[in-house]
């Protein structure tokens, strides 16, 4: 599946409290369930075990049809070209590695290639019913070779390979084809647990378990099931965001919501037979962890730290998620394939505290970042900047719209931070959107009024081409100084309606990635608001109905914000984001708003990104960094793996070496960074961040080693911002900047509950 999926969307564009952001990237991650969850066994040799479309389905396939024309930003016409595409979309969520249909099946399914769309006007889904059950017949041939290879041996020592990007492969011609293919395969599990020291009875019982647990899973899926992955593949012709619930889909939403704050604080998906996570919720423990991070795969599960790992490959998402929750400060110890090592391994096992994920974690925290200067002279001075941490437009809706006086917003806590920060007399400030997937547009807009003096923020144009420009009304900045914002692929929606503002305005230079490029707005609409009968549920419909755009008239859809400094970053940034989904809506413009501009930035801009290419080629964090990048990008690009154990174990010990040199190298260079709180008591011993004493134990030390590793992204965002300050100042040069390079961070969290009390707005 596409790396695109990771980022989930927003479903409520306006006065939107934090925890819908939240669950909309859970209805993100349920959609995808039977989407590319299942790859099991089931039986279709008997008349009685086929599945078949009911009258239900029937109604919601003409209430989707009706809402769609209605109400959906761009509707698509059903004709012949949405039928091939539906024809498309439904085989691959079916079979995206092609390993279970022949060649001749699909030539069979073909004589409805060009008819879905005469089936979907009649609300009839039974060409998906017919093919789906044919997928069950080939998965159980599939399952019951598999069981017959791992009755036997493999030899390691053959030099071979097996193709894991299938995506461009050629359906089977013959069973002896795909046989060969799933011998490779079965191999290939056989190696990784074998590569992890396993017992051979032990992998034998493992894979025997896992197989035995897909043909188990598919025989659970229903006819609801089935229509919800057809008609999603209607939904996803016409638009990614828009999608469809199935009633269990729906029920199991207000669970998955509890998940979200009582658990690891992970949103989790499925890719092909694996479980995936698509993003971290911020404050969670997943979050505070760190080694936790989007896009990697989930392959087994264990409760406590000598508990049993139950592999999971091929389980339904609901039902992994089931083991990952658990008792608050219970432990869950989760095997994993990272992302950036790919398909071939090696495994990394993770062990994580369950918890409750607290507002206080979510909320803006910030820390003050010394940057060296120095003078004519010689003499170091320091340059101070403020970094204000945003992982989510947050506001606490109910109190805000009972009109309590001290409801908790993202704006009033940033304010907060801005006052505290100046009393530390910070030069600049850094806000930091990174993996901000958005929240608010009512705190997007009152945010942006923080570094505004007053006008708009941004335009919202619905499906009858209605415009609303949202502004800030409020006279006054609470911070008038150099700005920069950084941003990354999974900054969206909200992120990027404030990078955006700051951009067209000339407040602010945006530094880092292209944004994600969501620029459109969805809305929850329950099929069953006017149907009395409890007992035939329809389920509920997200659909896309209006899009944001720039004051400047441009949209952040597709293109999303792109820095005026880039960083590097791995991947080609059209394969990530709203501009690599298949039929997302294109980026366009309308007029643009009645505002006023500032060119000031965009004059020391040149001199600024100069500085920062001189630093990206003699910073050792830097080259660490591309060193990265290139390994990453290797293991995405590659379309097989060896099945030699003895290349295996040799890529295997050699990034285990890169990694130890690489911790070696930074403990000294970390040798001299010193973190220093901002009021440390008097008699306070030199502690670390938790406030245990420098002399804990090494295994304590070791772990604020870890967590103390430079973030390169977030020191070259204060160097820009140091730079800009330099080239600010009367009679300075840029002859002290490149000493930048060597210069060391010092921070504390600020959080807003120890900030100074709220000013009046405005």
Same mark, same amino acid.
């Given at each position: 599946?596409?790396?695109?999926?990771?980022?989930?969307? %927003?479903?409520?564009?306006?006065?939107?409290?934090?925890?819908?952001?939240?669950?909309? @990237?859970?209805?993100?991650?349920?959609?995808?369930?039977?989407?590319?969850?299942?790859?099991?066994?089931?039986?279709?040799?008997?008349?009685? +075990?086929?599945?078949?479309?009911?009258?239900?389905? #029937?109604?919601?396939?003409?209430?989707?049809?009706?809402?769609?024309?209605?109400?959906?930003?761009?509707?698509?016409?059903?004709?012949?070209?949405?039928?091939?595409?539906?024809?498309?979309?439904?085989?691959?969520?079916?079979?995206?590695?092609?390993?279970?249909?022949?060649?001749? *099946?699909?030539?069979?399914?073909?004589?409805?290639?060009?008819?879905?769309?005469?089936?979907?006007?009649?609300?009839?889904?039974?060409?998906?019913?017919?093919?789906?059950?044919?997928?069950?017949?080939?998965?159980?041939?599939?399952?019951?070779?598999?069981?017959?290879?791992?009755?036997?041996?493999?030899?390691?020592?053959?030099?071979?390979?097996?193709?894991?990007?299938?995506?461009?492969?050629?359906?089977?011609? %013959?069973?002896?084809?795909?046989?060969?293919?799933?011998?490779?395969?079965?191999?290939?599990?056989?190696?990784?647990?074998?590569?992890?020291?396993?017992?051979?009875?032990?992998?034998?019982?493992?894979?025997?378990?896992?197989?035995?647990?897909?043909?188990?899973?598919?025989?659970?899926?229903?006819?609801?099931?089935?229509?919800?992955?057809?008609?999603?593949?209607?939904?996803?012709?016409?638009?990614?965001?828009?999608?469809?619930?199935?009633?269990?889909?729906? !029920?199991?939403?207000?669970?998955?919501? +509890?998940?979200?704050?009582?658990?690891?604080?992970?949103?989790?998906?499925?890719?092909?037979?694996?479980?995936?996570?698509?993003?971290?919720?911020?404050?969670?423990?997943?979050?505070?962890?760190?080694?936790?991070?989007?896009?990697?795969?989930?392959? #087994?599960?264990?409760?406590?730290?000598?508990?049993?790992?139950?592999?999971?490959?091929?389980?339904?998402?609901?039902?992994?998620?089931?083991?990952?929750?658990?008792?608050?400060?219970?432990?869950?110890?989760?095997?994993?394939?990272?992302? *950036?090592?790919?398909?071939?391994?090696?495994?990394?096992?993770?062990?994580?505290?369950?918890?409750?994920?607290?507002?206080?974690?979510?909320?803006?925290?910030?820390?003050?970042?010394?940057?060296?200067?120095?003078?004519?002279?010689?003499?170091?001075?320091?340059?101070?900047?403020?970094?204000?941490?945003?992982?989510?437009?947050?506001? *606490?809706?109910?109190?805000?719209?009972?009109?309590?006086?001290?409801?908790?917003?993202?704006?009033?806590?940033?304010?907060?931070?801005?006052?505290?920060?100046?009393?530390?007399?910070?030069?600049?400030?850094?806000?930091?959107?990174?993996?901000?997937?958005?929240? +608010?547009?009512?705190?997007?807009?009152?945010?942006?009024?923080?570094?505004?003096?007053?006008?708009?923020?941004?335009?919202?144009?619905?499906?009858?081409?209605?415009?609303?420009?949202?502004?800030?009304?409020?006279?006054?900045?609470?911070?008038?100084?150099?700005?920069?914002?950084?941003?990354?692929?999974?900054?969206?929606?909200?992120?990027?309606?404030?990078?955006?503002?700051?951009?067209?305005?000339?407040?602010?230079?945006?530094?880092?990635?292209?944004?994600?490029?969501?620029?459109?707005?969805? %809305?929850?609409?329950?099929?069953?608001?006017?149907?009395?009968?409890?007992?035939?549920?329809?389920?509920?419909?997200?659909?896309?109905?209006?899009?944001?755009?720039?004051?400047?008239?441009? +949209?952040?859809?597709?293109?999303?914000?792109?820095?005026?400094?880039?960083?590097?970053?791995?991947?080609?940034?059209?394969?990530?984001?709203?501009?690599?989904?298949? %039929?997302?809506?294109?980026?366009?413009?309308?007029?643009?708003?009645?505002?006023?501009?500032?060119?000031?930035?965009?004059?020391?801009?040149?001199?600024?990104?100069?500085?920062?290419?001189?630093?990206?080629? @003699?910073?050792?964090?830097?080259?660490?960094?591309? !060193?990265?990048?290139?390994?990453?990008?290797?293991?995405?690009?590659?379309?097989?793996?060896?099945?030699?154990?003895?290349?295996?174990?040799?890529?295997?010990?050699?990034?285990?070496?890169?990694?130890?040199?690489?911790?070696?190298?930074?403990?000294?260079?970390?040798?001299?960074?010193?973190?220093?709180?901002?009021?440390?008591?008097?008699?306070?011993?030199?502690?670390?961040?938790?406030?245990?004493?420098?002399?804990?134990?090494?295994?304590?030390?070791?772990?604020?080693?870890?967590?103390?590793?430079?973030?390169?992204?977030?020191?070259?965002?204060?160097?820009?911002?140091?730079?800009?300050?330099?080239?600010?100042?009367?009679?300075?040069?840029?002859?002290?900047?490149?000493?930048?390079?060597?210069?060391?961070?010092?921070? !504390?969290?600020?959080?807003?509950?120890?900030?100074?009390?709220?000013?009046?707005?405005?």
């Amino acid at each position: 599946m596409k790396q695109q999926r990771r980022l989930a969307d %927003n479903i409520r564009w306006a006065r939107t409290p934090a925890r819908w952001v939240l669950t909309s @990237s859970l209805i993100a991650g349920l959609l995808l369930i039977t989407s590319y969850g299942y790859s099991g066994v089931g039986s279709s040799e008997q008349d009685e +075990s086929l599945l078949h479309p009911s009258k239900v389905h #029937g109604r919601v396939s003409a209430l989707t049809r009706r809402h769609l024309g209605r109400y959906h930003y761009q509707p698509r016409a059903i004709d012949d070209e949405l039928s091939r595409q539906m024809f498309s979309d439904y085989l691959e969520n079916l079979d995206p590695s092609k390993a279970y249909f022949l060649a001749s *099946d699909i030539e069979y399914f073909r004589r409805n290639e060009l008819q879905l769309d005469d089936f979907l006007r009649r609300d009839d889904a039974s060409p998906a019913f017919d093919i789906f059950n044919v997928y069950r017949q080939r998965v159980k041939q599939r399952m019951a070779h598999v069981q017959e290879l791992l009755q036997g041996e493999f030899s390691f020592d053959v030099d071979e390979s097996l193709v894991i990007d299938r995506e461009d492969a050629h359906w089977s011609v %013959n069973e002896q084809e795909l046989n060969d293919y799933w011998r490779k395969r079965i191999k290939n599990d056989w190696l990784r647990l074998r590569l992890a020291d396993k017992e051979p009875e032990d992998i034998r019982t493992t894979l025997t378990t896992r197989y035995e647990e897909l043909q188990r899973r598919i025989d659970e899926l229903d006819g609801n099931d089935i229509f919800q992955l057809y008609l999603n593949s209607y939904l996803s012709a016409v638009e990614p965001h828009t999608s469809y619930l199935s009633p269990r889909s729906s !029920d199991n939403f207000e669970i998955a919501m +509890s998940l979200s704050f009582e658990g690891i604080g992970a949103l989790l998906g499925t890719e092909g037979e694996y479980t995936i996570i698509r993003s971290i919720v911020p404050g969670g423990p997943a979050e505070m962890d760190k080694r936790l991070q989007p896009g990697d795969r989930i392959v #087994g599960v264990g409760q406590g730290p000598d508990g049993e790992i139950v592999d999971v490959v091929g389980w339904r998402v609901d039902d992994v998620v089931d083991l990952i929750r658990g008792e608050k400060d219970s432990v869950v110890v989760l095997d994993t394939l990272p992302e *950036d090592s790919g398909l071939q391994g090696p495994t990394e096992m993770i062990d994580l505290v369950r918890n409750e994920i607290q507002l206080e974690e979510q909320a803006a925290r910030a820390e003050v970042i010394d940057v060296p200067d120095f003078d004519a002279a010689g003499n170091e001075r320091k340059i101070r900047i403020g970094m204000i941490d945003l992982p989510t437009f947050y506001i *606490d809706f109910d109190a805000y719209a009972s009109n309590k006086p001290n409801y908790r917003s993202s704006t009033r806590d940033v304010r907060k931070l801005i006052n505290r920060l100046k009393q530390e007399g910070i030069t600049g400030l850094v806000i930091d959107l990174r993996n901000n997937g958005g929240g +608010s547009l009512l705190e997007a807009t009152t945010m942006s009024g923080l570094f505004i003096d007053q006008g708009p923020v941004v335009q919202v144009r619905d499906s009858q081409k209605r415009v609303d420009v949202q502004e800030d009304n409020i006279p006054g900045m609470a911070w008038d100084g150099p700005l920069v914002v950084l941003v990354n692929r999974y900054s969206a929606s909200a992120s990027e309606i404030f990078a955006a503002a700051m951009q067209d305005y000339g407040r602010a230079l945006i530094v880092g990635e292209p944004t994600f490029g969501k620029g459109t707005v969805q %809305n929850l609409l329950d099929l069953d608001a006017r149907n009395p009968d409890r007992e035939q549920r329809h389920g509920q419909l997200k659909l896309t109905m209006a899009q944001f755009f720039r004051i400047d008239g441009g +949209s952040t859809q597709n293109r999303g914000v792109i820095p005026d400094i880039r960083l590097p970053s791995a991947g080609d940034p059209q394969d990530f984001g709203e501009s690599s989904l298949d %039929n997302a809506l294109p980026w366009t413009r309308i007029e643009p708003a009645d505002y006023q501009a500032s060119n000031h930035l965009q004059q020391l801009l040149a001199r600024a990104l100069s500085n920062a290419e001189q630093r990206m080629h @003699s910073d050792q964090e830097f080259k660490y960094l591309f !060193d990265d990048i290139a390994e990453y990008e290797r293991n995405i690009e590659r379309k097989s793996v060896s099945l030699l154990e003895t290349s295996r174990r040799e890529e295997m010990d050699a990034a285990e070496q890169r990694r130890l040199e690489r911790r070696e190298m930074r403990d000294r260079l970390l040798s001299s960074v010193v973190r220093t709180p901002l009021n440390p008591p008097e008699e306070a011993l030199v502690t670390n961040d938790d406030g245990a004493d420098a002399d804990d134990d090494d295994e304590q030390a070791d772990t604020d080693q870890a967590d103390d590793q430079p973030d390169v992204y977030l020191e070259e965002s204060a160097r820009v911002l140091a730079d800009i300050i330099l080239l600010q100042r009367e009679n300075r040069t840029l002859v002290a900047v490149p000493q930048l390079e060597t210069s060391h961070t010092t921070a !504390d969290i600020i959080r807003p509950e120890q900030a100074l009390s709220e000013r009046p707005e405005g």
